[in-house]
T-cell receptor
């Protein structure tokens, strides 16, 4: 079973629209970490946010916000008033430090966001 | 700080050739790792290291070797390149395995003919 699921392969919005990227994860650990990374067309991977399993507070950073809900095993990412520069592939990732597995950071398959002018 | 650096940025190899992808970090991070990124498959872990002299296999280790002689450097060696190894390779580091945020290098795009 996939541990991190990003069901939205591609999303296209018009500039200034709000958009939410979904992430559903699966783990048996009580301690884990969730991440979002952005990969713009230039190809680098840019860290956006890290959240541990004990902190369910929503996070807001400028136009970005994250909604972490353990009850639904989701860690969704919302961009408010999207801009063309937000166009990128966004990855959600899960870290399970105590798993003993080699999969220390498991990535979803990514969501390609295109913001049209 | 330069963060995580990788060289080369792009490389073309012929089947059977060997090469080393270089990775260095200047953040004194314990944990370093190599991923490959293929279309539609996200990133997959190749090898990782929890400190100098300690390495272990990830999800897709076949055809690759690593070593960690210093905290800063974590080279990835392709022993005999195959077309299936055509991919984008990312090196990452974090202050601690599984807990710290992993910061990624700019990537190396490898084409094996």
């Amino acid at each position: 079973a996939q541990k991190v699921t990003q069901a939205q392969t591609e999303i296209s919005v018009v500039e200034k629209e709000d958009v939410t990227l979904d992430c559903v994860y699966e783990t048996r650990d009580t301690t884990y970490y969730l991440f979002w990374y952005k990969q713009p067309p230039s190809g680098e991977l840019v860290f956006l946010i890290r959240r541990n399993s004990f902190d369910e507070q929503n996070e807001i950073s400028g136009r970005y916000s994250w909604n972490f809900q353990k009850s639904t095993s989701s860690f969704n990412f919302t961009i408010t008033a999207s801009q063309v520069v937000d166009s990128a592939v966004y990855f959600c990732a899960l870290s399970e430090p105590s798993s003993g597995s080699a999969r220390q950071l498991t990535f979803g398959s990514g969501t390609q966001l295109t913001v049209l002018p | 700080n330069a963060g995580v650096t990788q060289t080369p940025k792009f490389q073309v190899l012929k089947t059977g050739q060997s090469m080393t992808l270089q990775c260095a970090q200047d953040m004194n991070h314990e944990y370093m790792s190599w991923y490959r990124q293929d279309p539609g498959m996200g990133l997959r872990l190749i090898h990782y290291s929890v400190g100098a002299g300690i390495t272990d296999q990830g999800e897709v280790p076949n055809g690759y070797n690593v070593s960690r002689s210093t905290t800063e450097d974590f080279p990835l060696r392709l022993l005999s390149a195959a077309p299936s190894q055509t991919s984008v390779y990312f090196c990452a580091s974090s202050y601690r395995q599984g807990i710290g945020t992993q910061y990624f290098g700019p990537g190396t795009r490898l084409l094996v003919l």
